[in-house]
């Protein structure tokens, strides 16, 4: 039968029990037939032992905490012998984990209870954290993962892991908490922008995802800011292409496939002669960044980023006869690049920024989402929408005289019935 019901944590486990985990008076087990047709199995000596641990007790520093029994694991002597009892057999070592709140009064008390209970039903459907420590885990999920994603990505992956997580590296993952993520994450946005502050967390929940999945971290997280983006002129990409057609062959050919075919610095490296078709060029394969001076092709970011970009005449014949359309990696584009832009007084913007031209001008004359999806690979109009529909400014004076003109047109034809109606 239930007492007191009102005063009790209800919670079931797998062997087929209810536990009543009272809260006031110490606890108390009950088996309602309700719930089960027969009667359950006895309680083991691990259950009775994790029920007697699920009170929670203040610590000094006035926090509660109540303690459960997790698992046990084998102990081995320092040579790495097992570590054998008086019977022959192989040590085990008790794990428990623990639940803490911070709040001294009662209800801190309640809440600790209430996540060592929950934990104790739910603990047999649980996956327990690997013994690994946070770093030893990153490179795991790297290794497991080398040949799945991009080889730039895994390079970036190690990077962060090496200069992100230093004050949680070496942490096992089964220590990791909601608090200590937490307050990693608002130290770590202290320096960083809320964009790499997201990156960094990404990279720590899929690893905690892969290797700790029982443990779920509620975190907050800094707000995105929207990008303050710079969309280059129409006179920005002339005074660019004249400057790169009288010195620099390769970047005359890249600035035009970027600006006018919307492609990445990647998929421009990678093309060939055998990709250009007529006036249609394939993008199919991106050069990458796989560590070490080391570039590799590799296919393209998305499904939709692999396309087919029709291009003017004029520039198709500006094209090399055979070979790598553009004898660069990333990389030397970016600095020539750069260079330029500071030698022609231009202001500053990324190389990748010239995609958001080539989409601001089809924007700007009418051009359909969909065809400005196809033609730079994007696949989602989300994307499209959200950063690469900057406004140029010469279409911003354009489009703004056309608006004012129309409403001063209104006025005056307000004005010329007025005097009418008189």
């Known amino acids: ?79 790495g012998k097992p570590a054998l009892d008086k019977n022959g057999k192989q040590k085990q070592k008790r794990i428990y984990e623990s639940f803490t709140c911070d709040d ?19 603990k047999s459907t649980i996956s327990r954290p690997k013994d690994l420590t946070l770093g ?34 070496d942490m096992k993952l089964r220590k990791l908490s909601s608090e200590l993520v ?43 800011v929207k990008p303050d983006l710079y969309v280059p002129t129409d006179s920005d990409i002339r005074a660019i292409l ?21 492609m990445r610095r990647s998929e421009i490296c990678a093309l060939t002669t055998a990709d250009v078709s007529g006036n249609t060029v394939r993008i199919n394969k991106a050069m990458v960044d796989a560590g070490k001076t080391e570039w590799v092709m590799k296919t393209t970011k998305t499904v939709s980023s692999a396309r087919t970009v029709e291009m003017p005449e004029y520039i198709i014949k500006k094209l090399p006869d055979k070979g790598k359309l553009v004898n660069l990696n990333p990389d030397q584009v970016t600095r020539r690049f750069e260079r330029a832009l500071t030698k022609l007084n231009v202001p500053h913007f990324r190389f990748h920024d010239l995609r958001h031209y080539a989409a601001s001008v089809m924007h700007a004359i009418g051009v359909p989402d969909q065809y400005i ?50």
């Not at 994790?50 to 459960?68: D, E, F, H, Q, Y």
């Not at 004249?242 to 919307?262: C, L, P, Q, R, W």
């Open 182 to 224: 937490q307050h990693w994450v608002n130290k770590f946005a202290a320096k960083h922008s809320p964009k790499t502050t997201r990156n960094a967390y990404g990279l720590l929940s899929a690893v905690m995802e892969m290797y700790a999945p029982g443990i779920q971290l509620d975190i907050t997280l800094p707000q995105k």
């Open 104 to 122: 001294p009064s009662k209800a801190g008390k309640r809440q600790a209870e209430k996540e060592a209970a929950a934990f104790a039903a739910d």
């Open 373 to 422: 999806m196809a033609r730079g690979g994007w696949s989602s109009d989300g994307t499209l929408k959200r950063i690469y529909r900057g406004t140029m400014e010469d279409y911003n004076t354009i489009f703004t005289g056309k608006i004012i003109d129309h409403f001063e047109t209104m006025q005056h034809e307000m004005q010329h019935n007025k005097k009418k109606a008189l």
């Open 1 to 79: 039968m239930i007492f007191r019901q009102s005063y009790y944590i209800i919670f079931e486990a797998r062997w087929q029990g209810a536990y009543f985990l009272r809260l006031k008076c110490g606890l108390s087990t009950s088996y309602p037939h309700s719930i089960h047709n027969r009667q359950p199995k006895s309680t083991g000596a691990n259950e009775r032992k994790m029920i007697n641990m699920a009170t929670a007790k203040k610590l000094p520093s006035g926090s509660w905490r109540c303690l459960v029994y997790s698992h046990s694991e084998p102990v081995y002597l320092k040579d």
């Open 136 to 169: 030893e885990a990153i490179d795991k999920y790297c290794e497991l993962k080398s040949n799945v994603l991009s080889p730039s990505t895994i390079r970036e992956y190690r990077r962060m892991r090496k200069n992100y997580y230093r004050d949680l590296a």
């Open 242 to 262: 004249d400057h790169f057609s009288a010195n620099d062959k390769d970047m005359e050919i890249a600035v035009y496939m970027a600006a006018f075919g919307t």
